[in-house]
């Protein structure tokens, strides 16, 4: 049985025990019809637990007879007051109560307890954020996981949703998907959901559907847990300057409503909760200690352990990738950012064809992983609509030509494990790509 199911029943007859104490009274100031009703509807809230019981544990269990033995009493006692017969209800009670605690306890003692982990990932490509919790998870004893990919929504220049996305088919085969549509997280009420998404309706490029914002979530669980999908450099706690220019990767809607926050170190630990006080008052510090942790990104620790022979590399990759005489060309991660493109706009769609014509020319040593941020079209069309066809023109002419690898899957970690040296723009995946110890450049749009 579902802990949350449990302490629901467990509750329910808490409150038939004090149900019991509104009966006598009625009787006592002869209310009789009164008393009768309250007496129909604890005999119904017995009969929806064990309906309950024997839905989660089959038929024929002790606590199901023993409500059974109660709703007879109930149903007694009832009938004696309608024939106007003479009611010792403090006795009856007493018996009442015996049977209530009995059910309390084989509840309590005899019936397993199950606990619901739901993970609400709404991008494939951000999936290695919560999929080693995932794996974990799926191996404790007595717990279901299940992962419910979430539809997600482009903003249009006026900011309203526009296209719809839902990513549930791309995510790896190893991870059971359940269809977001078929299941109702209230009545659910799963012990714990686990997100990425920080922003609610913050976010002016994509939004998630607006049913799954932290601030609904956080109704419908006993504990919201709150993973950031990005990995950033190191920081110093006591750089007051640095601190201050990382704030609004911080003061998100998530770490708001979460139970829980997961960050990438102990250092980052200390940062949230130095930003969130300063917000909320320093009467608040014992608060934000207790809900973050500083237990470490997922996204690290699979980087860590990426492995080149690990995965299947596509046919036309292949071919790029291996020299005539059956050798290995050098590949080169190229990750293009969303932040260095609107910031730069058309200087970085220059720069982009300046490196394309760099590595065009050394295609027959190298070859060139282009990755561009899986949210770029997005923000482009989004944010930036007067670059959307010089960047389109950029990408159908890389993509037509074929002298190069285009990435738009969601396996970033692909792409880190079968690359050689990271080119790009400054961005979380410089972060990861670090624990790999392979070479990093960061390009200039300047240069």
Known sequence: MRRYTKDRCIETLDALREAHLEIEKCIEEKQNDAAVDLLCKCQQGAIRIGETIESSEGEGTDEVHLLEDYCEVIWQTGEDIKNNAAVNFKKTEKKLRKLLLDVTNGIKSRIKTERLVVFLPYKASMWDSLESIWAKMKEEPDTITMVIPIPYYDRDAAGGLSKIHYEGTMFPKDVPIEFYSKHDLKTMHPEAIYI????????????????????????????????????????????????????????????????????????????????????????????????????????????????????????????????????????????????????????????????????????????????????????????????????????????????????????????????????????????????????????????
């Open 196 to 447: 990425h998404n920080p922003y609610d309706g913050a976010n002016y490029v994509t939004s998630v559907s607006p049913e799954y914002y932290s601030s609904e979530l956080k109704n419908y669980t006993d504990e919201l847990v709150y993973v950031p999908y990005f990995i950033l450099g190191d920081i110093d706690p006591s750089n007051k300057a640095a601190v201050k220019g990382i704030e609004h990767f911080v003061t998100v809607p998530a770490v708001v409503n979460a139970h829980k926050v997961i960050v990438q170190s102990e250092d980052w630990r200390r940062v949230y909760i130095d930003i969130m006080t300063g917000l909320a008052g320093e009467e608040t510090r014992t608060y934000w200690e207790n809900k973050i942790e500083g237990s470490g990104s997922p996204k690290l620790e699979r980087v860590r352990n990426l492995k080149a022979e690990d995965y299947e590399i596509p046919e036309d990759w292949d071919r790029l990738i291996k020299k005539s005489d059956g050798g290995k060309k050098k590949v080169i991660f190229y990750n293009t950012s969303v932040a260095a493109l609107l910031h730069e706009s058309e200087k970085m769609i220059e720069k982009i064809k300046r490196v394309f014509e760099f590595f065009k020319e050394n295609r027959d040593d190298v070859v060139l992983l282009w990755r561009p941020h899986p949210l770029m079209e997005a923000t482009i069309t989004s944010l930036r609509p007067e670059l959307w066809q010089s960047y389109k023109d950029l990408v159908d002419a890389y993509r037509n030509e074929g002298w190069g690898i285009y990435d738009d899957s969601p396996e970033l970690d692909r792409a880190i494990a079968i690359s050689d040296a990271y080119y790009g723009d400054q961005s979380s995946v410089v972060w990861l790509y670090k624990e790999t110890g392979k070479p990093i450049m960061i390009q200039n749009c300047d240069v």
